[in-house]
């Protein structure tokens, strides 16, 4: 019973950042219906292989858990822009860069050859 008691707070630990934002499949649900699919023109999440629904900004910097901050990814590129954001997460949570930061003051502080797939999200607008 220790050991699994162990395991658990150590799994706890070993949280992503962004593993504690309140989520809601509704914000996603509302952007698939106004923005079809790629690839099938369907206007569910459910009914688009290959794409992923993923957010522009990280709600771990601040990004917000609405449509407007949504887009239709291809699940390879997701996959590798993931990637970045638990790196910048875990920057955010250790205070490495601050939480609260504007798109533009954000985006000053990823260099490019390290974050290109969150730059080319969301910085290219600022």
Same mark, same amino acid.
């Given at each position: 019973?220790?050991?699994? =008691?162990?395991? =658990? ?16 499949s509704v914000p996603k649900r509302q952007y698939a219906a106004e923005h079809p699919c790629p690839s099938t023109g ?45 790196? =910048?997460?875990?920057?955010?949570? +250790? ?17 490019? +050859? ?13």
């Amino acid at each position: 019973m220790r050991y699994i =008691l162990t395991m =658990l707070a150590a799994a706890a630990l070993a949280l992503p950042a962004h593993a504690e934002i309140a989520r809601s499949s509704v914000p996603k649900r509302q952007y698939a219906a106004e923005h079809p699919c790629p690839s099938t023109g369907k206007r569910s999440p459910a009914g688009c292989t290959n794409f992923v629904i993923d957010h522009l900004r990280p709600l771990c910097s601040g990004g917000r858990d609405v449509p407007e901050n949504m887009m239709w990814q291809r699940k390879p590129e997701s996959l590798r822009k993931d990637r970045e954001e638990l790196r =910048l997460c875990r920057k955010i949570a +250790a205070g490495v860069i601050p939480k609260g930061l504007s798109d533009v003051h954000l985006c000053k502080r990823l260099p490019a +050859a390290s974050y290109p797939m969150l730059r080319n999200a969301f910085c290219v607008k600022t």
